[in-house]
């Protein structure tokens, strides 16, 4: 079975991030043939994954320049290897583990520390990384941690955030304990490539978080003997990018997002880039008017939108923000985007889903009357200057998600226990023996 083709990004062979370079020493079982799948490996006998990804040309292209087609390219090689991981068990050594825990709940942190004992206590070889602000919680307890073992204290250690955006691959596993808002910070932390995420439910609402905390040693002896499946959420990629001339109402944008890339005179600048999970909101702010916002395909211009704002999210956060301002439920193995107004000016003005291959931009006109801010995921709040662009495109790093052993899939039954999607009473029969009504 040759496998390679379905890691492949145009003509060259190339294995996307998403699973990482940290899965040393990986086996993808197919889940019909019992047979391992034929990968190319280093002379180390491992999965080299980061730094194939990071030798193919387009890996080196901000998200902000590329075109329809280069996303596509991508977007498609990204689907080839989802398809494949929807057919096969992965099988990885564990031993670097990260625990996300929410640090305003008590129970999350204790839960946290009763999983580390376990860990710690299952071999020699996991080590057990912790956030330092739970290091000194008495809810944590490090000092009865260290004492499982005679190693154990030389195997926890202590993570930064900055651990997590320069140094990904050291991780092989994520744990969070907490609710969805966890899981996004988890994703946040993850600028690039991700570690896989095993989410434990212990919040508020729990959509994303499908593994129950009482079952932690039974979920987690199976991913370490027997290996895991992964779901791939997909996640954005958002570039802001600032005029150079944001008080000249003299220029117009729709020209220079036309020109945007093809000239050497760059008429915008390159600011920042943020990894979002579910969604990225660009709105009035503290604007007492609305905000009007110029929205272009690629670089051709779509509309103009008259609003207090857009939500432009992924299928996993059409459950969230966009959903409340009348955006449809879209199932997150349905590769679009999904473009939510708030408050529209026109009626007409509808949420739509569009192909995750369209770089979709939107900016500031020269010529509005106020300016815009956008937030990511609810962090991050950056104002947007008259001429300022913000790029949207889905990110080359998608969000692998465990899922549950021998359920393929949960998220409609999530909807219902979660959200009570269309729950009402039982519409009552006709009966038959109630009055006659015929004339007589």
Not at 71 to 85: A, F, N, Y
Not at 133 to 146: F, G, H, L, M, R
Not at 213 to 238: H, N, P, W
Request: glycine fraction near 6%.
């Amino acid at each position: 079975m040759n496998a390679q083709r379905k890691f492949s990004i145009g003509n060259n062979a190339v294995i996307p991030t998403l699973l990482n370079a940290q899965l040393n020493h990986v086996d993808l079982f197919d889940l019909e043939e019992s047979q391992p799948l034929e990968l190319k490996t280093n002379n180390k006998n491992q999965l080299d994954i980061s730094k194939l990804c990071l030798e193919h040309k387009l890996s080196s292209i901000s998200s902000a320049l590329m075109t329809n087609s280069q996303l596509g390219k991508v977007i498609g090689g990204i689907r080839d290897l989802e398809q494949t991981l929807n057919r096969v068990n992965i099988r990885s050594k564990m031993n670097h583990i990260l625990i996300v825990t929410k640090l305003q709940d008590p129970e999350p942190v204790k839960w946290a520390s009763t999983v580390s004992k376990f860990l710690l206590g299952y071999n020699d070889e996991i080590k057990v990384y912790i956030e330092d602000k739970i290091e000194n919680s008495a809810v944590y307890d490090i000092e009865s941690v260290k004492s499982v073992s005679s190693s154990a204290a030389s195997r926890i250690r202590i993570w930064q955030a900055d651990k997590c955006f320069y140094r990904p691959e050291i991780f092989d596993l994520v744990l969070t304990f907490g609710g969805d808002g966890t899981v996004l910070y988890a994703s946040w932390l993850f600028q690039s490539t991700i570690p896989p995420v095993l989410p434990f439910c212990l919040g508020s609402l729990g959509f994303l978080t499908n593994f129950s905390v009482a079952d932690f040693e039974e979920t987690l002896t199976r991913i370490i003997q027997k290996g895991y499946q992964c779901s791939i959420r997909m996640r954005f990629e958002c570039t802001v990018m600032r005029s150079k001339h944001p008080d000249d109402p003299t220029y117009d944008l729709v020209e220079e997002v036309g020109q945007l890339g093809k000239t050497a005179d760059a008429t915008h600048d390159i600011e920042e880039t943020y990894t979002v999970f579910n969604e990225v909101v660009v709105d009035r702010g503290p604007n007492s008017t609305m905000t009007s916002l110029e929205m272009f395909s690629d670089r051709a211009a779509l509309t103009t939108a008259e609003a207090d704002g857009l939500i432009i999210s992924t299928p996993s956060g059409s459950t969230a923000y966009s959903l409340s301002a009348g955006g449809s439920l879209v199932h997150p193995e349905i590769p679009g985007i999904l473009i939510s107004p708030i408050c529209p000016h026109t009626l007409s003005f509808r949420p739509l889903v569009i192909p995750d291959s369209i770089v979709l931009r939107l900016g500031v006109p020269y010529d509005a009357r106020s300016t815009a801010w956008c937030s990511f995921d609810g962090r991050q709040r950056v104002e947007l200057f008259k001429g300022d662009i913000i790029t949207i495109t889905a990110s080359r790093y998608p969000l692998p998600c465990i899922k549950k052993h021998g359920i393929r899939d949960d998220w409609f039954e999530r909807l219902g226990s979660q959200l009570h999607w269309n729950e009402r009473k039982h519409q009552k029969p006709f009966n038959k023996s109630g009055l006659d009504l015929k004339e007589k």
